[in-house]
């Protein structure tokens, strides 16, 4: 597997955040600018406020997505289902494009993972300062669910529905 950051959900929640950051940048081989590295704070910081009740899964940071080449954000395995969790940091708005790519990692994960070709997928995209939406309740094709849409105060309810 190929990531900046992998841990069980419990070690990620457990660990201070500055820690899990220095983990992410320190395997990034890109010269990553100022955006990205706010970003990846921010991501963790509304993680860590989401996933706090949930004892189980795995958390992975900048999954390069087989075969394909696209880094995902964040996928959160969780009772045998894949969340994939794209972040559009600072966005006050779910653009049509976002929305695109999130549900194309999903597919592209259905596609060309193996691990991932029977399991449930579940797509989320996360506009942190948009008001919080909804959708993603149908399937879109297969096993992977529509995009769910949320400003990151709806994850753990997206995650608890679902599973």
């Known amino acids: ?10 070690d990620f929640l457990k660990q201070d955040n500055l820690s899990v950051f220095g983990e992410i940048a320190s395997n990034d081989a890109y010269d990553t600018v100022n955006s990205q590295k706010n970003a990846w704070l921010k991501q963790i ?6 996933l706090v009740n949930f004892e189980d899964g795995n958390i992975i940071f900048e999954y390069s997505i087989p075969r394909v080449g696209g880094r995902i954000d964040n996928v959160f395995l969780y009772k045998g289902l894949v969340f994939i969790l794209e972040f559009k940091v600072f966005s006050t708005e779910y653009l049509s494009s976002a929305i695109v790519q999130t549900r194309s990692y999903a597919l592209d994960l259905s596609s060309f993972h ?3 070709h029977n399991r449930i997928i579940v797509p989320i995209l996360i506009a942190t300062n948009a008001d919080n939406e909804g959708g993603g309740s149908d399937f ?7 995009v769910y849409l949320t400003n990151g105060t709806g994850i753990a309810r997206i995650i608890k529905n679902i599973s």
């Open 140 to 146: 879109y094709r297969g096993k992977v669910h529509e």
């Open 114 to 116: 193996k691990e991932s």
């Open 1 to 10: 597997m190929s990531s900046y950051y992998s841990k069980k959900i419990t």
């Open 45 to 50: 910081e509304i993680l860590k406020s989401e």
